[in-house]
């Protein structure tokens, strides 16, 4: 009986020992537990506090960009047209798209004479041809606007130094409007099923951040700050939106389908994952474009906010 209580003893020494030390065990893989679940609780707590930051900003942001709207009178445009204005309405848009298509034909043809090491190279190529194109859609809007194809509106031009003004204002006022609705389009998405937009949502800024060449850089943005809004402006705003005002068209109306048409033409140039986003925010970029066309009377204006607003993405996406 002694030797039995012996071993009987020993077992249950060792069995203690080994339930201890399992105690021990689950117990601090409970703590590491604990620990790590309140460390994804406190990161996940900073994360959404970081949202909602976020969004208080862009909130704010948004309500003092519409009281300035609505000090500065944003929204009022002028029921008599201004600037020069196509002759025969239908004309005048016929030009436009012919414009545009002209143009990128005339590059394409022009592009195949550039040198092999510039075509062999796709983003090079793809940057080149926009250069063209656009180069040649100025030309092509400016000769038809200064042509007898198009007259002057009833309404005189502002002077150069306000149409800066205007455009400045405009672009200070509009922007943050344009992306707190990006803002509340990336939280609505997901709840619906839909992904939510990526940081880049325009293949351009895509390539700039893939492509780390100073001189592509810089050629980028002259493309994509001077050019484009230049000869984007004189198509859209310069051509286009008066023939909708020409046709009948009430002014905000006139607007908005040039907008909605415009944000169509970039419809292959934003990713599938942006595009919901991508496209209310030039549908309200547009509509805040062709506003100033109107106030105006020319494309200056809208021009510049056009550049400004493109300067801060580029400058946005290679930050990130």
Not at 224 to 252: D, K, N, T
Not at 288 to 310: E, Q, S
Request: hydrophobic content about 55%.
């Amino acid at each position: 009986m002694i030797v039995t209580a012996s071993v009987l003893l020993q077992s249950t020494t060792q069995a203690a020992t080994q339930a201890a030390t399992e105690a021990a065990t689950e117990a601090a893989a409970l703590s590491n537990s604990l620990g790590g679940e309140a460390s994804s609780l406190s990161s996940t707590a900073h994360a959404s506090g970081n949202v909602l930051l976020e969004v208080a900003v862009l909130a704010v942001t948004a309500i003092a960009a519409i009281a300035a709207c609505w000090r500065w009178r944003f929204l009022t445009v002028p029921s008599e047209a201004s600037g020069r204005i196509p002759v025969d309405p239908p004309m005048g848009a016929l030009a436009m798209l012919s414009i545009y298509v002209l143009g990128i034909t005339c590059a394409s043809a022009v592009s195949g004479v550039l040198p092999e090491s510039t075509r062999s190279d796709p983003d090079w190529s793809r940057l080149l041809l926009g250069v063209l194109a656009n180069a040649f859609q100025c030309v092509g809007a400016i000769g038809f606007l200064v042509s007898r194809l198009a007259v002057q509106g009833p309404r005189a031009c502002v002077t150069t130094p306000r149409a800066l003004k205007e455009g400045a204002i405009g672009f200070v006022v509009v922007v943050p409007l344009v992306f707190a609705v990006a803002a509340l389009l990336g939280f609505l998405l997901p709840l619906f099923g839909l992904p939510k937009a990526p940081e880049v949502s325009h293949a351009t800024l895509e390539i700039l951040r893939a492509k780390s060449d100073t001189l592509f850089t810089w050629t980028t943005l002259a493309h994509v700050v001077v050019l484009v809004p230049l000869a984007e402006e004189l198509l859209w705003r310069g051509l286009m939106q008066p023939s909708m005002r020409a046709i009948g068209l009430p002014p905000m109306a006139a607007i908005l389908a040039t907008s909605v048409l415009f944000a169509a033409i970039h419809w292959t140039s934003i990713p599938d994952a942006g595009r919901v986003t991508g496209l209310v925010m030039l549908v309200l970029l547009s509509t805040a474009l062709g506003i100033l066309r109107d106030r105006t009377g020319g494309v200056l204006a809208p021009a510049l906010a056009h550049g400004l607003f493109n300067a801060m993405n580029v400058a946005m996406a290679l930050r990130s």
